[in-house]
């Protein structure tokens, strides 16, 4: 199924456990986000994945994850690359767009002679999504999903950070957005399969 997606387009996957990663890796994706903030017990697995060839986009949502990621990054001679988790529901974890401490986040994340870790961008997931069933509802908690992450890398750029990324998407506002400015990554989950959730959401029939 990646495979078919890749080839219609897709740039990349994204997983939410580093084994998935491995598995995809191994089958030739190399490209991928771990779009869980991580934690340090999944440093050296996240460092073994990157140093054998692999894209791996790491999250995090905290000025202590950040320090401890650098740190690690700064021991082994590595730059790990990363986004910074955005709340724009409150549904599960992140920083909100108007956070003070993105900028400090962001700060943390500067490369020390190339090693440590390196900023991307911002990226946001409305899991609150799942729990509305109209087309007006989903619609609005997209654009609300999209102006948060997007105010978020405004934020970070007006205060002198490189943020290239901005990545949205839950099944359903990813199916439900009416417009996309400013966004540069579309995460559109399970939209593969549409399964009896996504049926009972309403983004399918």
């Known amino acids: 199924v990646v495979q078919r997606q890749i080839a219609a387009g897709a740039a990349g996957i ?3 456990t580093l084994k998935e990663a491995e ?10 986000l771990y779009a869980v903030a991580i934690v340090p017990a999944k440093f050296d697995h996240a460092l073994r994945l990157s140093r054998e060839g692999l894209r791996l986009t790491l999250l995090v949502e905290s000025v202590a994850a950040a320090e401890e990621l650098v740190q690690h990054g700064l021991r082994h001679g590595h730059c790990h690359e990363v986004l910074i988790e ?9 920083l909100e767009p108007a956070d003070p401490r993105l900028d400090a986040v962001a700060r943390t994340l500067r490369t020390q ?3 440590g870790a390196r900023l991307q961008g911002v990226m946001t997931h409305a899991g609150s999504s799942y729990a509305l069933h109209t087309p007006d509802a989903l619609a609005a ?3 609300q999903e999209r102006a948060g992450c997007v105010a978020a890398a405004q934020r970070l750029r007006a205060a002198g950070h490189a ?17 996309l400015e400013g966004v540069t990554e579309v995460r559109a989950g399970v939209y593969v399969f549409f399964d009896l959730v996504m049926a009972g ?3 399918c029939k």
């Open 14 to 16: 994204t997983v939410s």
């Open 86 to 94: 955005i709340d724009t529901d409150g549904h599960r974890s992140g």
């Open 23 to 32: 598995r995809f890796f191994a089958a030739g994706i190399d490209d991928i």
């Open 163 to 179: 943020c290239a990324v901005v990545s949205v998407g839950s099944t359903p506002t990813a199916l439900s957005a009416r417009a």
């Open 141 to 143: 908690l997209a654009e």
């Open 201 to 203: 959401v309403g983004v």
């Open 113 to 115: 002679g190339g090693h």
